[in-house]
């Protein structure tokens, strides 16, 4: 029997990968019907992939289909924000609780290094968003709950689609960073309450600067 050839990834999860972009990118507005036609002569693909994309994009919640209608970017209503800035809360508390108490004096070191990589972006929103996002999801990984990882992974990508109107509004960036500094400070302690407080307090500022 002949060895089957895989190929690394399929085409439609490039394709996934090129319209999640452009939707963080906001190339894709909220909102905004998704030409596939257009799309698919653009990539040079057929419908199939693409719309094996969508479905994708779909179960990630940053594609709304609609009978008849097609595919759109989905539009965050207030509620949806506050749902998953509910949900993140209390998923990575937990998580960063976990991490204070269990975490080596390497892993706090490898954090304390992410946060000065955070200080010095501050000047730089796009980078800053950057380097927040992966202390959050170091943190995740040190807590080692790939269940959780999961759906913060899934909820972090439905967060971006009002992220430009939320952290990089005016004094965010600073409020975000003193933040930040609060939670390394409860984690340097070893203080699983504090450290679990302060990524409460952390997201409750975010959410009040998104809505």
Request: glycine share 4%.
């Amino acid at each position: 029997m002949s060895a089957i050839t895989l190929t690394p990834k399929a085409l439609y999860e490039e394709v996934a990968e090129q319209l999640r972009q452009r939707i963080f990118r906001r190339e894709l507005e909220p909102g905004s019907w998704i030409d596939e036609l257009k799309i698919a002569e653009e990539f040079g693909i057929s419908r199939t992939p693409l719309r094996e994309a969508l479905k994708v994009l779909a179960a990630e919640g940053l594609v709304t289909m609609k009978v008849r209608r097609g595919a759109y970017v989905t539009e965050m209503s207030e509620k949806d924000l506050r749902d998953v800035y509910h949900l993140l809360s209390l998923l990575e508390s937990d998580a960063a609780g976990v991490v204070a108490e269990r975490a080596t004096d390497a892993q706090i070191e490898s954090l304390q290094d992410l946060h000065a990589e955070l200080e010095a972006a501050m000047a730089d929103r796009e980078k800053f968003f950057a380097v927040n996002e992966r202390f959050h999801m170091q943190v995740l990984e040190m807590a080692d709950n790939r269940w959780r990882s999961q759906m913060v992974a899934d909820l972090r990508k439905v967060m971006k689609l009002n992220r430009h109107n939320s952290l990089f509004k005016q004094g965010r960036i600073a409020d975000s960073l003193a933040e930040h500094r609060a939670i390394l400070a409860a984690l340097t302690a070893r203080d699983p309450e504090g450290t679990r407080k302060a990524m409460q307090e952390h997201f409750a500022q975010g959410l009040q600067a998104a809505t």
